[in-house]
């Protein structure tokens, strides 16, 4: 638990700065949104707790000179703190400056002030010194505060998520428990697979793109095991030896893939990153229906779908590394989506009375629309149609 938290944070706190944009001399924009913790000093002082959202304009990305605006709200014991204003940011340092009001408690009014506090941001993490000047001269007002702000703060580069949004896997073959939902890997430090570089911070945010191999590694890593247990199960079958030969390459070829997303992930986040253990699992007791309709909800459409998916988005990349892990994986998942169908033809020969499960799951599946994964779909409905 420890080693998985260890990764997760240092996934978040190693892909400095915030964003990394294609054209460094465009414009950027992040936004953050986080927890804040202020420790208050001298007669009013008090422990806060609280949130801020900030917007950061970059006029030019390399520079990492940007003006913020930023809201503030806390919690002061029984009272509450506001604020409104900007930030001025260079890098890593930066001030803040804005109008801010503290609610009344049992021994002082409601204060209007002007807060100021010079910062250090690195990653997540925020650390300001905050002083805030009343405003007025009435009794009974709140006098200057003085506190130290730690805030933990997730960046977003908003204006270029349309392209981050499409550096995704999905995975073919869930591994299914008995509820039907689906298991995944922890997250822990450790070496797994290498890759040549990738383009770093020219295509895509790294925070972004590391969020995205750890989640496909990820779902290739269950691949593993669920096409392990799929190779027992045909053999309790007693199917064609040859189709379980062909399960256990399949296993092996999403090996490579957990390699390959998650050496991608490590590049990108700039600490080695690894799956954790995997499960033991034991073979269960199929019928031909459900062995069948599994293989193809789950091999015919949905690695159909992770090989048309991957193939999509290695002609949009511009990054040939990642572009060829792209295209390894488009290959080998179409492969395995054509095991998917010699399973399900091998089920109908077997027990043609699978045919009205089949019909059954094709009734459920959501194909309508122009999606990929509705295309995908449409075109596996009307090949199992067409075939028998």
């Known amino acids: 638990m420890q080693r998985a938290v260890a990764a997760t944070f240092g996934l978040m706190v190693s892909t400095i700065p915030a964003f990394a944009h294609a054209d460094e001399t465009a414009p950027a ?48 014991g029984g009272a509450y703190r506001w604020a409104l204003g900007g930030q001025l940011a260079m890098g890593f340092v930066g001030v803040e400056l804005a109008l801010a009001r503290r609610g009344a408690d049992t021994l002082h009014d409601a204060t209007f002030g002007v ?36 805030g933990i703060k997730v960046p977003v580069p908003i204006d270029q ?21 689906a298991w995944l890997p922890e997250v822990v430090l450790g070496a797994c697979g ?48 040859a189709l379980v030969d062909a399960a256990l390459a399949a296993a092996e070829d999403e090996v490579h893939h957990t390699d390959l997303c998650f050496a991608l992930a490590s590049a990108f986040a700039g600490v080695p990153l690894a799956p954790g253990p995997k499960p033991e699992v034991s073979p269960r007791r199929l019928d031909w229906s459900t062995l069948a309709v599994e293989l193809f909800v789950d091999g015919c459409c949905g690695e159909g779908l992770a090989a048309e998916a991957a193939r999509e988005e290695a002609t949009r990349t511009d ?33 043609p009375s699978v045919r ?19 295309r995908v779909r ?11």
Not at 325 to 345: C, F, K, N, P, S
Not at 356 to 374: C, N, Q, T
Request: glycine share 8%; aromatic share 6%.
């Open 29 to 76: 924009n992040v936004v953050s949104v986080g927890y804040l913790r202020t420790w208050v000093f001298g007669d009013a002082g008090v422990t806060s707790h609280g949130l801020e959202a900030t917007y950061m304009h970059y006029p030019v990305a390399k520079n990492f000179l940007a003006y913020c605006a930023l809201a503030q709200f806390e919690t002061y």
């Open 319 to 351: 990054d040939p590394v990642v572009r060829a892990v792209l295209t390894t994986i488009a290959d080998d998942e179409q492969r395995h989506a054509e095991l998917g169908w010699q399973i399900v033809t091998f089920c109908l020969q077997v027990a």
């Open 194 to 241: 290498a890759v040549e570089r990738p383009l770093l911070g020219e295509t895509s945010s790294r925070r972004v793109a590391a969020a995205r191999f750890v989640a496909d590694g990820q779902l290739e890593c269950a691949a593993v095991a669920s096409f392990l247990r799929l190779a027992e199960e045909l053999r309790a079958l007693a199917v064609d030896p």
């Open 161 to 181: 998520m349309p392209e981050l949004l499409r550096i995704r896997v999905p995975a073919g073959r869930p591994l299914r428990g008995a509820d039907g939902t």
């Open 378 to 388: 449409r075109g596996a409905v009307r090949r199992l149609r067409d075939s028998h």
């Open 356 to 374: 009205r499960d089949l019909d059954a799951a094709i009734a459920g599946l959501d194909s309508e629309g122009p999606s990929l994964a509705a």
């Open 115 to 150: 807060h100021a506090a010079p910062y250090l941001s690195v990653g997540v993490l925020h650390l300001a010194l905050r002083v805030v000047s009343p405003i007025g001269g009435a009794d009974g007002r709140y006098p200057t505060e003085v506190g130290l702000t730690l």
